[in-house]
Every structure is written in structure tokens, then in C-alpha cells.
């Protein structure tokens, strides 16, 4: 966000998008969230999505035991990355 020229201070530290929209949407901050978060709050909560350029991102690794097979979570985790 900084190289972005945006200044900010984080006030909370929290885990749970869920958690995060009810709060912004109760009128306690503001909070940047994946696209898809919203998607599970249909018109239910007064919540503004704005664009941002460039788009913000991150890079997810899993690391594996080379040879191994791979078990039913780690298949189903990796096909099903929301974010």
C-alpha cells in the first residue's frame, strides 16, 4: 500500500473475513478483503467494494514431500484455493 502512495495504520488485526465485514459494514473502519468475501454477503450488508489499481495480490506456496502421495485434504486444498 505504501508504493501505492497510500498511508495507513492498522488498528485491529483480525482472521476471520466474516468478522471484518461486520465491522466495516456496522461503520468501524475500512479493510481490504478479497473480492470473493463479498460474495457471501449479498446486498445483506451496506459494504462498498472500490477498485483498486494495480489490483492487489499475493503469492501462496505449499510445500510437499517430493515422491509422496498426496492425501484427500492437500488434493482438495489445492484445487479449491478461494484466494
Do not use: Y
Request: with cysteine; charged share 20%.
Amino acid at each position: 500500500m505504501q508504493g501505492a502512495g497510500l498511508r495507513c495504520e492498522p488498528s485491529i488485526e483480525a482472521d476471520n473475513f466474516d468478522f471484518i465485514v461486520n465491522l466495516v459494514s456496522l461503520g468501524l473502519g475500512v479493510s481490504l478483503v478479497p473480492h470473493r468475501v463479498l460474495a457471501l454477503h449479498p446486498k445483506t450488508r451496506p459494504v462498498v467494494r472500490v477498485s483498486t489499481e494495480p489490483r492487489f495480490s499475493r503469492e501462496l506456496a505449499v510445500v510437499a514431500r517430493r515422491g509422496g502421495t498426496r492425501s484427500d485434504d492437500l488434493s482438495g486444498f489445492l484445487q479449491n484455493v478461494l484466494f
